[in-house]
Structures are given as structure tokens and as C-alpha cells.
């Protein structure tokens, strides 16, 4: 499958040294380098002023699409395992859970923890906003967020 990402800069993800491969993906420029979520709805997030549908992995200068399913119980160590060259910089792994707080399983939570990953699990609202703070902060922070799935917030 073709995941879209959405770029802002030629310069890279700000802050990481490790190689993301661009293989596959089709990139757009941003008019705003900064990735922001501005709203959202039961199945799509507005991020930078582009409405995206469906789970999204958001970076501080770029977000794409997550290859992953729309439940917590879709969050395994294969859907995470594209973290494994930044690892070691990443600051924090956000990771939206859809409408609420929902646990991510022993064995992803054993995964994260093996690659000394810290990562906060919290609703989705709640995950945008505090990524939208920590990247205003020049934070090595990551997002996978999940479809909130209620009524529309933008």
C-alpha cells in the first residue's frame, strides 16, 4: 500500500539521526514545517490544514499514515517496529488510544520497555495536544494516534 506523508521540510525529522526510508511514500510539502493537529472527527484528523483519515504516526515535521488497525488491540510490536532506528532518541512515544484511555497489551508494553522506549497511553484528544506542546518545545517526540470515533471536534 501507498502511504502519503506529509513533509515540510527537505531537511529531515529535526532532531533524529535515524534513517527513515521514503521508499514507497508519496511526499508533500506543508506550508507550516511544524506539524500541528487542529481538530478532529470520529474517523479523520486535521493536521496542518489537510484532513486525514484513519490512524496516523506524526513526527515534528512530518506525519503519515499508521499501517495499523483501529483498536488498541491493533497495537502490537509489528505496528510499532518502524520506531526501531530512532529509538534510541526518541524523548517520548505518544500513543492515542481512540475516545479513552485504553491499556495496550503486556506484550507491547515488554517491547517498548526492551527498547527503552517511554511511552504515554492516553486518548486520542489528549495525545494531540500534548504533541502539539511537546513539538512546539523542539521535543524528539512521536505520535501514533488513533481515530478518536465521536462526534466531530475541529
Known amino acids: 500500500m501507498l502511504a502519503r ?26 506550508d507550516n514545517w511544524l506539524t500541528q493537529f487542529q481538530g478532529y472527527a470520529s474517523k479523520y484528523f486535521i493536521v496542518n490544514g489537510f484532513r486525514m483519515e484513519g490512524p496516523l504516526v506524526a513526527y515534528p515535521n512530518m506525519v503519515t499514515y499508521w499501517n495499523t488497525g483501529k ?6 510490536p509489528e505496528s510499532l517496529s518502524f520506531l526501531e532506528p530512532i529509538a ?9 488510544t481512540g475516545k479513552s484511555t485504553e491499556m495496550l497489551s503486556e506484550e507491547t508494553i515488554a517491547w517498548l520497555e526492551e527498547r527503552n522506549i517511554g511511552f504515554d497511553a492516553v486518548p486520542s484528544m489528549t495525545a494531540c495536544a500534548q504533541f502539539n506542546f511537546m513539538s512546539e ?9 488513533l481515530p478518536v470515533g465521536e462526534e466531530d471536534r475541529t
Open 137 to 145: 518545545e523542539y521535543r524528539r517526540v512521536v505520535a501514533c494516534i
Open 88 to 96: 534510541s532518541e526518541l524523548e517520548v512515544l505518544i500513543i492515542g
Open 71 to 76: 483498536t488498541v488491540e491493533d497495537i502490537t
Open 5 to 30: 506523508i506529509l513533509r515540510s521540510s527537505r531537511r529531515g525529522m529535526r532532531g533524529f539521526s535515524g534513517m527513515i526510508s521514503t521508499a514507497d511514500v508519496e511526499v508533500r510539502s506543508l
